[in-house]
């Protein structure tokens, strides 16, 4: 009667606890609905691919984008999460398989013989004792009910999630570094057209000189001229201050010194043509967002958390078992001084109060809480998708307006020089006219650089081109 009574005492702990297990809490995560297409998008079939939104064709570009994959700070700390995730998997994955240590020690016992009685008072137990030990310990969850599974399927959910995370960061410093040359190339444009300014002012200065001699005209208009040109000059020098800017930026974005930014803009760059934006749809973010992938990530590491906290209402069953030696004299240690230990034991909740529970509502908070995260990046991709294809339409428009208006104001202004030529216009209407066209060129600059910054961040809502990383992200 022995045997069933002791096989009884084993299997209660696992009834009870399979009593009052519950599976997890059903909880719902369907994936958002999404429009059909885009509301600012162009026709389909129209657009260049979606890596020609970048500078591709400028070589500091190439250049400053490789420096920040190979050397860039912020880019090395997002790389550093992904090995920390994948230190956490490791481990997950670790904790299913036997933990075998080892152990030796040398103990030494002193005990009053007296408490063993007449045996102790005649001497035979010794008042000292030494023993000599040596183990090899192995102890084993055999996760029947899958918990530790369980935990490592959220582990690796989290590589994911921060592997996404690091693809997000780099898109968005490879659209910073974009969005800086950019600007740099802005720069360069509205300083050719300023200084076509001072030098149509300068030219203009230099004919009223000419009728100011004849004395044809007064000095005043020569004055007035010259007066034009210097503005031409102040405007072209408050550049200086944004090509500061801009490199000091581009400093932290790369990291690289100085010198060697400004060396890498110093090269010669096509003109601003910003490319036909591509169409795309809407679940397209789905895919190709960092953002969103991680998001998803975050949430099935949050429903095998939910899994895991579950499946701690069930008992561990667990094997271990011990093999080494032990002598009480070191000329004894390996002659017949082996010993073992081997057990099987069960664990389980009975009476927890609660704890179990709450840490199972506890994981299902925070899963409906990765829940609302995702759903909230989703519609924040579409947002951001959204507004910068309707960015992209209006500065596109802007441009072309602000072209014609410079090509129309440069006319104007070359019409005006030549009838005062020919004695037929003021040098007061030639003045103006060429005032009106002096910050035409600037605006129109100004204009394209708008439209291709557009582009920038278009590239940047639709989850970037795997193509324009200037290389892969560390996989290990």
């Known amino acids: 009667m022995r045997r069933p009574s002791v096989l009884v005492a084993a299997l209660l702990p696992l009834t009870l606890a399979a009593c009052m297990a519950n599976p997890a809490p059903e909880i719902a995560t369907p994936t958002p609905e999404l429009p059909q297409a885009f509301f600012f998008q162009p026709e389909a079939g129209t657009g260049a691919a979606l890596a020609a939104l970048l ?7 190439r250049t400053l984008s490789e420096a920040a994959i190979t050397d860039g700070p912020s880019l090395a700390e997002a790389l550093a999460r992904i090995e920390t995730a994948r230190a956490g998997a490791r481990r997950a994955g670790a904790e299913q398989l036997p933990n075998v240590t080892a152990d030796g020690g040398v103990t030494r016992n002193r005990i009053n013989p007296a408490q063993f009685g007449q045996a ?55 659209a910073e570094i974009a969005a800086s040359i950019t600007d740099w190339r802005v720069l360069d444009a509205r300083a050719a057209a300023i200084e076509a300014d001072a030098a149509a002012a300068r030219q203009l200065a230099g004919l009223a000189k000419v009728r100011e001699d004849a004395g044809i005209a007064p000095g005043f208009d020569r004055v007035r001229a010259d007066a034009t040109a210097s503005s031409s000059a102040v405007r072209l020098a ?16 790369s990291g690289q010194d100085g010198a060697s930014v400004r060396a890498a803009l110093a090269a010669p760059a096509p003109a601003l043509a910003p490319a036909p934006a591509p169409a795309a749809l809407p679940s397209d973010l789905l895919a190709n967002r960092p953002d969103v992938a991680a998001a998803a990530a975050n949430l099935a590491a949050s429903d095998a958390d939910l899994a895991a906290a579950a499946r701690a209402r069930f008992p561990r069953i667990t094997l271990s078992g011990v093999i080494g030696l032990l002598a009480f004299d070191p000329e004894d240690f390996f002659n017949d001084s082996i010993v073992g230990t081997l057990t099987a034991g069960i664990a389980g909740p009975l009476l927890d109060f609660g704890r179990v529970g709450a840490g199972i509502d506890a994981a299902a908070g925070d899963k409906r809480a990765a829940f609302a995260a995702y759903r909230g990046a989703v519609f924040t991709a579409l947002g951001d998708a959204e507004a910068a294809y309707g960015v992209v339409a209006a500065a596109d428009t802007e441009a072309r307006l602000s072209v014609e208006e410079r090509d129309q104001l440069s006319r104007a202004a070359s019409l005006a020089e030549s009838r005062y030529r020919a004695g037929l216009a003021s040098f007061l209407e030639v003045l103006e006219a060429r005032r009106a066209a002096d910050a035409s060129g600037e605006r129109a600059a100004a204009a394209l650089g708008r439209a291709a910054r557009a582009r920038i961040v278009l590239w940047q809502a639709l989850g970037g081109d795997a193509m324009a990383s200037a290389a892969p992200l560390n996989q290990g």
């Open 120 to 174: 102790g008072q005649q001497g035979f137990i010794p008042r000292e004792q030494t023993s000599y030990g040596s183990n090899i310990n192995a102890s084993w969850d055999l996760d029947i009910f899958g918990r530790l599974k369980a935990e490592e399927r959220a582990a690796l959910a989290r590589i994911d999630a921060a592997t996404a995370q690091a693809q997000g960061v780099r898109l968005a410093l490879l």
């Open 55 to 61: 500078p591709q064709g400028d070589p500091a570009w």
């Open 238 to 253: 408050a550049l200086d201050s944004e090509r500061a800017r801009l490199i000091g930026r581009l400093v932290t974005l």
